[in-house]
């Protein structure tokens, strides 16, 4: 007999499929934003480079910790590792993020709600981790 996922594990998991499908659709508008903002020079030549990696790292960062997840709804902790990957990606890209928020200075603020908003993946990551035994 297989063992039964919890069901706030399932939860979850089905909660950071359908949050990092949203966050690949917003980020691929910040991209489209992005382009917008080069094609008519509000964006300074220096910042161009590092700022499209950045997007590039967010939208893959989304997209692993969704197959992560997904693989975790199949019982694979295989799912667990790319989730965790993902998941540690997308919060050091966060981290750059809230470094050039602080750098503003007139927008710290977004940097003080992306310290909070890096508190639900930790969690999620902490959840999936500790109640990962039934994962083949």
């Known amino acids: 007999m297989t063992p039964q996922a919890p069901r706030l594990f399932t ?3 089905v909660l ?5 499908i949203f966050l690949i659709v917003i980020n691929l508008f ?3 934003m992005l382009y917008t903002g080069i094609e008519s020079g509000g964006v300074g030549t220096g910042a161009i480079g590092p700022l499209q990696i950045l997007m590039l790292v967010v939208i893959l960062s989304c997209a692993g910790a969704a197959i992560g997840a997904a693989f975790m709804l199949l019982g694979r902790r295989l799912g667990l590792r790319i989730y965790a990957a993902s998941n540690i ?3 050091l890209a966060t981290v750059c993020v809230m470094l ?4 503003t200075v007139y927008l710290s603020f ?3 709600l992306l310290f909070f908003y890096c508190f639900i993946p930790v969690g999620f990551l902490v959840y999936f981790r500790r109640n990962s ?3 083949n």
Do not use: P
């Not at 950071?16 to 990092?20: S, Y």
């Not at 050039?100 to 750098?103: K, T």
């Open 100 to 103: 050039l928020w602080l750098m």
């Open 133 to 135: 035994a039934w994962l």
């Open 89 to 91: 990606v997308h919060l």
């Open 110 to 112: 977004m940097a003080v």
């Open 16 to 20: 950071t499929i359908v949050g990092n």
């Open 11 to 13: 939860l979850l998991c």
């Open 30 to 32: 910040k991209a489209g």
